[in-house]
């Protein structure tokens, strides 16, 4: 069995920071693709950033300049850093990562519980 679970969300006063935390444990031969949705109410999810196992990393056009994602591949982890955060960054946030389990098996699309972000005006 494969988790993802993330940590690190709250309540912030706008112009403040959070940093985001995934922990993927369980039986897994490699992570590919990691990163972080998010989804608003009443909106649909949306993919905010992600970074390949070589660190090529993608961005939302909402959050370039002010979220940061990294990861540590030898404690499969990823990492949400941000900064300057706005009103409409309140949203549910999920972890995802696209995980090979098995030598025979296709990678899979796995995915955290999810994190409140609530940023205050």
């Not at 009103?87 to 030598?103: H, K, M, N, S, W």
């Amino acid at each position: 069995q494969v988790q993802l679970v993330e940590s690190g969300g709250g309540l912030v006063q706008a112009g403040g920071s959070l940093r985001l935390s995934c922990a993927a444990s369980g039986s897994l031969l490699r992570i590919n693709t990691m990163g972080w949705y998010r989804q608003a109410p009443g909106k649909e999810r949306e993919l905010v950033a992600d970074i390949s196992s070589g660190g090529d990393t993608n961005y939302a056009d909402s959050v370039k300049g002010r979220f940061t994602i990294s990861r540590d591949n030898a404690k499969r982890m990823v990492y949400l850093q941000m900064n300057s955060l706005k009103p409409e960054d309140t949203a549910v946030y999920y972890c995802f990562g696209q995980i090979l389990r098995f030598v025979w098996s296709v990678p899979g699309d796995y995915w955290g519980q999810g994190t409140q972000v609530t940023v205050a005006s």
